[in-house]
């Protein structure tokens, strides 16, 4: 497909384990963005790489977070020792060129993670 | 904290009608400012978006009015349909990185 792509779609886990999600963005996007999504609020930036480095990494909440795009391509978003509090929908978007400040973000439809 | 404050929470409109969802924002260093549509189960889509030195921005039934002195910025959508329901976010950046409001659930009574 087009778009950008999330797996799982669903993932359902218990507290205490870790996680992946991962994000395929659209070819030829440089930047990749990972927000997050609770219920009922808008999406919350978490990092922002630029090829294939971290080039904002502030909106991660606590060092359980980090995110991997090895080859400027797919990005992979890990989640150790997962809490209640970080059940949501965790957000992939990709675009052509932040410089620009155009805000124009291609959204993947997420990933809806849920701890029990 | 939520850099930018959005309101209604939601809202019902009648077929036909008009719809307006109001945010505002502090930081006066952004410089961009577009609304995301949501439907149920996707993610975000960009449906219109407007920079400080236009006060006004219409694109078919979608208007963006921008009061910069005010720091205030509404979509209206005019002549509401049931395919509108969703959920509207506004946002605002200065860089690579998105602030959004909290969104605004829309429903289209037909």
């Known amino acids: 497909g087009a778009g950008v792509s999330q797996t799982p779609s669903n993932k359902v886990t218990e507290k205490g384990k870790y996680v992946e999600l991962r994000c395929d963005p659209i070819?030829?996007?440089?930047?990749l963005y990972w927000y997050r999504q609770s219920l009922g609020q808008g999406p919350e930036f978490l990092i922002y790489?630029?090829?294939?480095?971290?080039?904002?990494d502030s909106g991660l909440p606590n060092d359980r977070f980090f995110a991997v795009r090895p080859e400027g391509s797919v990005s992979t978003l890990k989640i150790q020792r997962t809490e209640r509090g970080d059940s949501a929908v965790y957000l992939c978007?990709?675009?052509?060129?932040?410089?620009?400040?155009?805000?124009?973000?291609?959204f993947g439809e997420g990933s809806r993670l849920t701890v029990l | 904290q939520q850099q930018v404050k959005q309101s209604p929470q939601s809202l019902i409109v009648q077929k036909g009608g008009i719809s307006i969802i109001n945010c505002a924002y502090e930081?006066?260093?952004?410089?961009?400012f577009p609304w995301y549509q949501q439907f149920p189960g996707k993610g975000p889509a960009l449906l219109i978006a407007?920079?400080?030195?236009?006060s006004e921005k219409k694109e078919g039934r979608f208007t963006i009015s921008f009061n910069k002195s005010a720091k205030q910025f509404s979509l209206h959508i005019m002549d509401s349909q049931p395919g509108d329901s969703a959920t509207y976010f506004c946002?605002?950046?200065?860089?690579?990185?998105?602030?959004f409001g909290a969104g605004t659930t829309v429903t289209v009574r037909a």
């Open positions: 978007a990709s675009s052509l060129n932040p410089v620009l400040n155009t805000g124009e973000l291609f």
């Open positions: 070819s030829g996007h440089t930047a």
């Open positions: 790489f630029q090829g294939t480095g971290a080039a904002d």
């Open positions: 930081n006066t260093a952004f410089d961009y």
């Open positions: 407007i920079r400080p030195d236009v």
């Open positions: 946002a605002a950046s200065n860089d690579y990185k998105l602030s």
